[in-house]
C-alpha cells in the first residue's frame, strides 16, 4: 500500500462527485424549501422540521456505511450510493404528499452518508495507503465549491423549473456522473481491500490505549457539536441572507 497513489483521474472523478453530491443532497434543498412546503401543504417550519430529523435517520445509518465501506471497498459501496441516491430523489420529486416527501426525504439522507465525505475518505485512504493525506486535502478544497455553485445552480434552475423537476434532474446527474466515477473507483478499492486484510491479519491486533472509549467518546462528542453548529448555518445560509437584505435573491 506504501507505494500506491490515488491516479488524478479519480480525485478530480471524486472532487467532481462531492460536489454534486452535497449539492443536490444537500444545499439545493434550502433553495427550494418555500415552493416544497406550498405544494404539499405544510409550514416551512415543518420541512426544516422534517430534514432535521431526516438528517438524524441518516446519521444512525454511517456505523453500516463505515462497516460495508471496510468489507466491500468504498468505491463499491459509493456506486450502490449513487444509483440508490438518484433513486430517492426521484422518489422525493414524485411524492404525493408530506408523509410520502418526509420518507423520501429520510431514505435520501440514508443513502447520501454512502457517497459524501465519509466514504470518500475511505476510498482515498483504501487506494493510496499512506499517501492519502495529501488526496484528502485536495479533495476538501475542491468539494468545499459545493454550496458556491449550487446555490445559484438551483436558484437559476427554478427559475424556469418547479422542484420537482429540480430534483428530477438532479437525479440524472447522480445516475450519469456520478454512478460512472464509482464504478471506475470501485475497481481500485476493491483490489486494495482484498490485498490489505492478508497485511492486516499478519500484523494482528493492536492493543488499545488506557481511557480510549473516554477519549473516543469525547471526540464524538465534539465533532457532533461542531457538526451540528455548522449544518444548522449551512442549511438556512440562504435564506438568513434573504432575509437580512445583503442579497434580495441568489440567480445568475
Given at each position: 500500500m506504501e507505494g500506491r497513489k490515488l491516479p488524478t483521474w479519480a480525485l478530480a472523478g471524486l472532487?467532481?462527485?462531492?460536489?454534486?453530491?452535497?449539492g443536490t443532497l444537500y444545499y439545493a434543498f434550502s433553495i427550494l424549501v418555500p415552493e416544497i412546503a406550498e405544494d404539499i401543504g405544510k409550514s416551512q417550519q415543518w420541512v426544516f422540521g422534517a430534514f432535521s430529523v431526516a438528517l438524524l435517520v441518516g446519521s444512525l445509518a454511517a456505523?453500516?456505511?463505515g462497516y460495508l465501506a471496510d468489507r466491500i471497498g468504498a468505491g463499491r459501496l459509493m456506486a450502490a450510493g449513487s444509483l440508490l441516491a438518484s433513486a430517492t430523489l426521484v422518489l422525493m420529486a414524485v411524492s404525493t404528499g408530506p408523509i410520502t416527501f418526509a420518507v423520501a426525504l429520510a431514505l435520501t439522507e440514508i443513502v447520501s452518508v454512502a457517497v459524501l465525505y465519509a466514504t470518500?475518505?475511505?476510498?482515498?485512504?483504501?487506494?493510496?495507503?499512506?499517501?492519502?493525506q495529501k488526496s484528502i486535502v485536495?479533495?476538501?478544497l475542491i468539494a468545499g465549491f459545493a454550496s458556491s455553485l449550487f446555490w445559484?445552480?438551483?436558484?437559476?434552475?427554478?427559475?424556469?423549473?418547479?422542484?420537482?423537476?429540480v430534483y428530477l434532474l438532479f437525479a440524472a446527474l447522480n445516475l450519469l456522473v456520478c454512478l460512472p466515477?464509482?464504478?471506475?473507483?470501485?475497481?481500485?478499492?476493491?483490489?486494495?481491500?482484498f490485498a490489505s486484510r492478508g497485511t492486516v491479519a499478519a500484523v494482528g491486533e493492536h492493543r488499545p490505549l488506557a481511557n480510549?472509549?473516554?477519549v473516543?467518546?469525547?471526540?464524538?462528542?465534539?465533532?457532533?457539536?461542531?457538526?451540528?453548529?455548522?449544518?444548522?448555518?449551512?442549511?438556512?445560509?440562504?435564506?438568513?441572507t434573504q432575509r437580512s437584505g445583503l442579497v434580495p435573491q441568489v440567480s445568475w
Open positions: 472532487g467532481a462527485s462531492q460536489i454534486i453530491g452535497y456505523p453500516l456505511s470518500a475518505f475511505t476510498a482515498i485512504v483504501q487506494t493510496g495507503g499512506h499517501k492519502a485536495h479533495l476538501t445559484p445552480l438551483t436558484s437559476w434552475l427554478h427559475g424556469f423549473l418547479s422542484w420537482r423537476e466515477v464509482h464504478l471506475a473507483l470501485a475497481r481500485l478499492t476493491t483490489t486494495a481491500v480510549g472509549t473516554l473516543f467518546s469525547l471526540m464524538l462528542l465534539g465533532f457532533a457539536i461542531e457538526g451540528y453548529a455548522l449544518s444548522a448555518i449551512l442549511v438556512h445560509m440562504v435564506p438568513l
